[in-house]
């Protein structure tokens, strides 16, 4: 992204008539329109670098995202808007990836969080279960937890589970782990603006 910059200034100290430090040409005559020249070229060189360098950063700072929520849900999802819905045959109403496939986000509901008097605890272990020797961390609060780790294969996964009620809602995400450096800022922010039981405001009438 910031090669452009650096390239100009490589080709301007590679030039047969470059200058020295002192802004005297070596190996020929100097003037005072040669100094002014490369005093010029090398300011607008370091400036082409810095113009680049920042016009990524905040091209990666406005990037655009998306809100996902059903009418049958009651969360809300956050996604960035260059995923596309998934395409696996299993995919929910707010399931997307990554064009390549290689990161997928999903958040599902279920009208029934399980059998009767299931408990928080119960419920993690069943899912712990279903990931076994892979679990890598592990988080409870009052009405959620946690999970994530690497299976077998090198894929890295999260899921956050929320009850209220008899509902249970599932936030999960998952990535290659040696793809994790381009994909823990966005994993970061969908688990902190994820809302698994949001309001409807209903408005009244007249």
């Known amino acids: 992204m910031c090669r452009y910059g650096e390239d100009a200034l490589a080709k301007l100290d590679a030039s047969p008539n470059a200058y ?4 005297a040409r070596i190996g020929g005559k100097n003037t005072y ?3 002014r020249l490369t005093v010029v070229l090398r ?6 670098l810095i113009y680049a360098c920042d016009s990524g950063s905040a091209r990666n700072e406005e990037e655009a995202w998306s809100t996902c929520s059903t009418p049958i849900t009651r969360f809300v999802l956050q996604i960035p808007a260059s ?27 279920q009208l029934d969080s399980g059998k009767e008097n299931e408990t928080l605890e119960s419920r993690m272990q069943k899912e712990i279960d279903l990931l076994p020797g892979t679990v890598k961390h592990k988080k409870k609060g009052d009405s959620w937890f946690l999970l994530s780790g690497v299976t077998p294969d090198g894929t890295e996964y999260y899921r956050k589970l929320f009850i209220k009620d008899s ?28 809302v698994p039981f949001a309001v409807t405001e209903e408005k009244s009438g007249d």
Request: hydrophobic share 35%.
């Open 167 to 194: 509902q249970c809602v599932t936030l999960r995400v998952t990535y290659p782990q040696a793809q994790h450096k381009k994909y823990d800022q966005w994993v970061a922010r969908i688990e902190k603006t994820f």
């Open 83 to 109: 995923l596309i819905h998934s395409t696996a045959p299993t995919a929910t109403g707010c399931s997307f990836q990554t064009p390549d496939g290689e990161f997928n986000v999903e958040a599902v509901v």
């Open 20 to 23: 020295d430090q002192t802004g």
């Open 33 to 35: 329109m040669d100094v």
């Open 43 to 48: 300011i607008f060189a370091a400036g082409t």
